[in-house]
């Protein structure tokens, strides 16, 4: 009993030596752990500060980038740049109208503010005719111009996405549209807002507000996705008097009936026999309004005459 006595007292001991050194080298670790955390804490939050420096970096980079090619456009034509800008501005309202996430509205608007760049990579001869004026070849050269455009923009790696929706803005809702024909719900969310805000953008230069609405009524459901159309009306709304001015001289093409005297004539008005009847520029009178009205009214019963007239449609 003595023996095992001893033997136990001797076997406690000697455990109670072993808890104390593993206590201490877990001490002696616990102190290195602590250590090594704040130093990867530490190395943690440098390296989290260099990536929030690098993306402002690649942030700034980007809107310099924008800038640049906001500048191209603007370098080959102001008229190019000056309806891209307002195509910005009606797009990113639809898309804010349309509660989109802030990410997906900043794609939107920075492909509106582009939608047009691989124009200027077009004749002036393609620039400065409307696409319902251009031969079959013509039109082919100017339907290159929304797959130059993605080229352009992918040339930066984070505008990609951009470029996607750059290149589908002359989708039509129906599959008539170019470069691919995409139809419906395949052409980009994005491509559609902007299709819809560039034919607004175009005919409002020449109309009053209302009739472009009326006009533009029959091309939804077939090139544009009808389902746009209240928050295209709700976007212009907003924006109205930024895009607008009552004291704005527009183009108004008007019928032969409705011309007066005191109109002045907006482009040259040319006869069936190719002969100029009126110059641009000259202030219609009694008399020239009556010879148009003998010269057109049997031949050209759709044809209008364009005028200069101020903006209506501002209340």
Same mark, same amino acid.
């Given at each position: 009993?003595? *023996?095992?006595?001893?033997?136990?007292?001797?076997?406690?001991? =000697?455990?109670?030596?072993?808890?104390?050194?593993?206590?201490?080298?877990?001490?002696?670790?616990?102190?290195?752990?602590? =250590? =090594?955390?704040? &130093?990867?804490?530490?190395?943690?939050?440098?390296?989290?500060?260099?990536?929030?420096?690098?993306?402002?970096?690649?942030?700034?980079?980007?809107?310099?980038?924008?800038?640049?090619?906001?500048? *191209?456009?603007?370098?080959?034509?102001?008229?190019?740049?000056?309806?891209?800008?307002?195509?910005?501005?009606? *797009?990113?309202?639809?898309?804010?109208?349309?509660?989109?996430?802030?990410?997906?509205?900043?794609?939107?608007?920075?492909?509106?503010?582009?939608?047009?760049?691989?124009?200027? +990579?077009?004749?002036?001869?393609?620039?400065?005719?409307?696409?319902?004026?251009?031969?079959?070849?013509?039109?082919?050269? =100017?339907?290159?111009?929304?797959?130059?455009?993605?080229?352009?923009?992918?040339?930066?790696?984070?505008?990609?996405?951009?470029?996607?929706?750059?290149?589908?803005?002359?989708?039509?809702?129906?599959?008539?549209?170019?470069?691919?024909?995409?139809?419906?719900?395949?052409?980009?969310?994005?491509?559609?807002?902007?299709?819809?805000?560039?034919?607004?953008?175009?005919?409002?230069?020449?109309?009053?507000?209302?009739?472009?609405?009326?006009?533009?009524?029959?091309?939804?459901?077939?090139?544009?996705?009808?389902?746009?159309? &209240?928050?295209?009306?709700?976007?212009?709304?907003?924006?109205?008097? &930024?895009?607008?001015?009552?004291?704005?001289?527009?183009?108004?093409?008007?019928?032969?009936?409705?011309?007066?005297?005191?109109?002045?004539? +907006?482009?040259?008005?040319?006869?069936?026999?190719?002969?100029?009847?009126?110059?641009?520029?000259?202030?219609?009178?009694?008399?020239?309004?009556?010879?148009?009205?003998?010269?057109?009214?049997?031949?050209?019963?759709?044809?209008?005459?364009?005028?200069?007239?101020?903006?209506?449609?501002?209340?």
């Amino acid at each position: 009993e003595a *023996v095992n006595k001893y033997r136990l007292i001797k076997e406690n001991i =000697y455990l109670n030596e072993l808890i104390k050194k593993q206590k201490e080298q877990l001490d002696a670790w616990s102190k290195e752990l602590e =250590y =090594y955390v704040q &130093i990867h804490t530490i190395d943690l939050t440098k390296k989290d500060k260099e990536i929030k420096a690098l993306k402002e970096r690649l942030k700034r980079k980007e809107s310099e980038t924008k800038g640049l090619l906001k500048e *191209v456009i603007a370098l080959r034509d102001k008229g190019l740049s000056a309806h891209s800008q307002r195509v910005g501005l009606i *797009v990113t309202e639809m898309a804010k109208k349309l509660s989109l996430p802030p990410e997906e509205v900043e794609l939107i608007s920075m492909a509106g503010n582009l939608h047009d760049i691989g124009k200027v +990579a077009l004749s002036d001869l393609l620039l400065f005719k409307e696409p319902i004026e251009l031969t079959k070849d013509e039109f082919r050269q =100017y339907a290159a111009h929304s797959v130059i455009g993605q080229g352009f923009v992918n040339i930066v790696g984070d505008l990609k996405e951009v470029g996607i929706l750059i290149r589908h803005h002359h989708e039509n809702f129906d599959g008539s549209g170019f470069p691919d024909r995409l139809r419906g719900e395949k052409i980009p969310f994005g491509s559609k807002l902007i299709a819809i805000a560039d034919r607004f953008e175009r005919l409002s230069k020449f109309r009053d507000i209302d009739d472009t609405f009326k006009m533009m009524c029959p091309s939804f459901g077939k090139e544009f996705d009808s389902e746009f159309f &209240i928050t295209l009306e709700s976007a212009v709304q907003e924006l109205k008097n &930024i895009l607008f001015s009552s004291d704005d001289i527009i183009e108004a093409e008007l019928s032969i009936k409705d011309l007066e005297p005191g109109f002045v004539v +907006a482009r040259d008005i040319i006869g069936m026999s190719g002969l100029m009847i009126v110059k641009k520029d000259t202030v219609l009178t009694d008399k020239t309004v009556e010879l148009l009205k003998n010269t057109f009214n049997s031949i050209h019963n759709k044809k209008g005459i364009f005028v200069y007239k101020k903006r209506k449609g501002l209340s």
